[in-house]
């Protein structure tokens, strides 16, 4: 009788862990998986997201300043 029991236990203990873990819907995003998606930005997931390329003319200090007036 006690195994049954211990086997009950045990089976409802595996229930109980193996419904803990929750997995993404299939139109949910996670940050850190590698793939910047349509809701993620460089802001809300730098894991996944890359900022653009700095223009080379900012890069080197370049304009610094307001741009002048042609006149």
């Not at 819907?25 to 890359?50: F, H, I």
């Amino acid at each position: 009788m006690s195994k049954v029991i211990a086997l009950i236990a045990a089976l409802a203990l595996v229930l109980l862990v193996s419904g803990c873990t929750q997995q993404p819907l299939p139109d949910q995003t996670t940050c850190g998986n590698g793939d910047c998606g349509a809701d993620e930005t460089v802001d809300s997931c730098p894991a996944d997201c890359e900022a653009p390329p700095m223009p080379a003319d900012q890069a080197a200090g370049e304009n610094e300043g307001p741009p002048s007036l042609p006149f």
